[in-house]
């Protein structure tokens, strides 16, 4: 098993950055994919970023190309999300999600993840 809580959530004017972190702890050598996901109220939950150890890949979403990064650290036990330029659409919940299994190109659904943790709210005001 393995678990996952997110912290670094804030509020920040438009324009701002906020830097999330989500740590892993239990069987975390088993993963192979860690990934960010965001629901804003009313809406579905939506891929962000995520990045793979073997092959290492990292992937975002259009919206977020050039103004968020997200890293992780050698051991697999911290991932991050460094989100820059914040815009009042980037308003969400954000999950950190993972999974012992690659998903073939499939790292923007969210069905493909066993491991979640419980969110952390991002608001952004104009």
């Known amino acids: 098993q393995v678990q996952l809580a997110e912290s670094g959530g804030g509020s920040v004017q438009a324009g701002g950055s906020l830097r999330l972190f989500c740590v892993a702890s239990?069987?975390?050598?088993?993963?192979?994919?860690m990934a960010w996901f965001r629901q804003a109220p009313g809406k579905e939950r939506e891929a962000v970023a995520s990045?793979?150890?073997?092959?290492?890949?990292?992937s975002y979403v259009d919206d977020v190309k050039g103004r968020f990064t997200i890293s992780q650290d050698n051991s697999k036990t911290t991932l991050y999300l460094q989100m820059n330029t914040l815009k009042p659409e980037d308003n969400a919940k954000y999950y950190c999600?993972?999974?012992?299994?690659?998903?073939?190109?499939?790292?923007?659904?969210?069905?493909?993840?066993?491991?979640w943790g419980q969110g952390t709210q991002v608001t952004v005001s104009a």
């Open positions: 999600a993972a999974d012992p299994r690659l998903p073939s190109g499939r790292w923007g659904d969210s069905s493909v993840y066993d491991y």
């Open positions: 239990g069987y975390t050598y088993r993963l192979s994919i």
């Open positions: 990045i793979s150890t073997a092959p290492r890949i990292i």
